[in-house]
């Protein structure tokens, strides 16, 4: 899952292949480099522990563990340290979705309403692919106030499906089917219990079945705080600066299809590898969900979201990728088909900045994947810099900003978040400098990359209106 974030700030297609070749074995330098990196990345961001696969074609080319899987008791991160998915899950959901629809059992173009009749009349346009590339325009279920102690869906408190459904249907509906894109843990919510309606089985049972038990992938399951669960990891948050235990949540909300899933960086070669072949679905199923859906004005929605992946082109070269975050865990996956490479970093640590350490590692392997040094680029909207200025140091000040946001982001910034912002500033404020480094599509609006720098300190803000 994607908690729903205090304040709109962020710190910080699959083609055929042209060679059935694999990327050659790692250099003793190439993994000294990759190890300076991510120790560098653990001491700035006080991540406790992060474990690092990277793969060709399912072939393992590196299973490290760096740090710590749980403090209190000094347990180092191996391989076989077990991480949350978090909304990496959902793509083993979208495969099992697929997994139907070549059966026969589902139809992408099926309404949704043919799987829950009672649903409001609103529904009926929205079909399962709208659910799959959240396009659906349904309300996020996740939202602060909603997960909240006198919310609806309130964390700690547990519900049946049908509970759940009843709840969702009572959601308000954002955009019109088709017309946006913007991501919604309410989507996959709704996929794992249709998944259960359509197969007769719980959908993390499907999934056991069908994907992890044939791939071998045997530390790959459904969250458990009851069961005893060998290599797991413990999950962290930081508040004030100071290293927290993760939230507790109900059962039930540690097992949505909306990503609740535990693995490791070994279990993610079987699974990357089984994505180059058809051993688990047809070419034309994987096509499918490697394919950026389009909106209803027929252009690709600004996401460049699939099924459950996302086909952003990094430095020219095609990708899958997706991240998620839960409890105190990060996690990112990156594939290179083309170029045969991929990248699983997994971090015990809300917050673990995994994409970028992601990408960074890639480029050690192969210099071409590098990420882009950030330059300043020219800014023709300087006003929204002056806001983001006037905004940052009310909150590096401690005061409240609420007034000036909408009322979902004013509930979510509560004194705790605030104090937060507070601490993650304290470095960089007042700043040097602070220059625009990118423009481009944030969910349904536009986002602008800012980076902040002070002496040595420096922190890249993406700032959306």
């Not at 309606?197 to 459904?222: C, N």
Request: glycine share 8%.
């Amino acid at each position: 899952m994607l908690r729903v974030a205090a304040l709109c700030l962020a710190l910080s297609l699959c083609a055929p292949l042209r060679a059935q070749t694999t990327t050659p074995a790692l250099s003793a330098d190439q993994i000294s480099a990759i190890d300076r990196f991510v120790n560098s990345q653990m001491k700035h961001r006080q991540i406790p522990g992060i474990a690092v696969g990277v793969y060709s074609r399912g072939q393992m080319l590196l299973a490290k563990g760096y740090g710590m899987s749980n403090v209190e008791l000094s347990v180092p991160v191996t391989p076989e340290t077990v991480f949350e998915s978090g909304s990496v899950g959902k793509q083993f959901v979208s495969a099992a979705i697929m997994m139907l629809v070549e059966e026969g059992k589902i139809n992408l173009d099926d309404s949704i309403v043919k799987y829950f009749p009672n649903a409001p009349e609103i529904w009926k346009p929205i079909l399962i692919k709208n659910l799959l590339s959240h396009t659906s325009g349904l309300a996020e279920y996740e939202s602060s106030e909603r997960i909240g102690p006198k919310g609806p869906f309130y964390l700690r408190l547990d519900f049946t499906e049908d509970e759940l459904v009843e709840k969702v249907e009572a959601l308000p509906i954002d955009f019109k089917v088709g017309e946006r894109w913007d991501y919604r843990n309410t989507n996959y919510l709704l996929l794992g219990i249709i998944i259960h309606k359509v197969a007769g089985k719980f959908y993390a049972d499907l999934l056991q079945e069908r994907i992890f038990k044939p791939l071998g992938m045997t530390s790959t399951r459904l969250i458990s705080e009851a069961d005893i669960i060998p290599n797991r990891a413990s999950g962290y948050e930081l508040h004030h600066g100071e290293l927290k235990n993760q939230e507790w949540v109900s059962p039930t909300f540690n097992s949505t299809a909306d990503g609740t899933l535990y693995f490791n960086v070994l279990d993610i070669a079987k699974w990357d590898g089984a994505l180059y072949g058809t051993t688990l679905l047809k070419q034309s199923s994987l096509d499918r969900m490697w394919a950026v859906y389009p909106l209803n004005d027929g252009k690709p929605n600004p996401a460049n979201y699939g099924f459950a992946w996302t086909m952003e082109p990094m430095n020219g070269h095609k990708t899958t990728q997706h991240g998620g975050a839960w409890q105190g865990f990060t996690c990112f996956i990156l594939r290179y088909p083309d170029d045969n490479l991929s990248v699983a970093a997994l971090t015990n640590l809300a917050g673990g900045g995994p994409r970028m350490l992601a990408r960074v590692v890639a480029g050690i392997i192969n210099p071409a994947l590098m990420p882009p040094k950030l330059t300043a680029i020219p800014d023709d909207q300087p006003a929204l810099a002056e806001g983001l200025k006037k905004l940052l140091a009310q909150l590096a000040a401690g005061e409240d900003v609420r007034r000036q946001l909408s009322p979902e982001l004013a509930a979510a910034l509560t004194p705790d978040e605030t104090k937060d912002v507070q601490s993650e500033l304290k470095d960089v404020w007042p700043p040097d400098s602070l220059v625009l480094v990118i423009r481009k599509p944030l969910g349904s609006g536009v986002g602008s990359c800012y980076r902040i720098r002070k002496g040595d300190h420096a922190m890249l803000i993406t700032y959306g209106l």
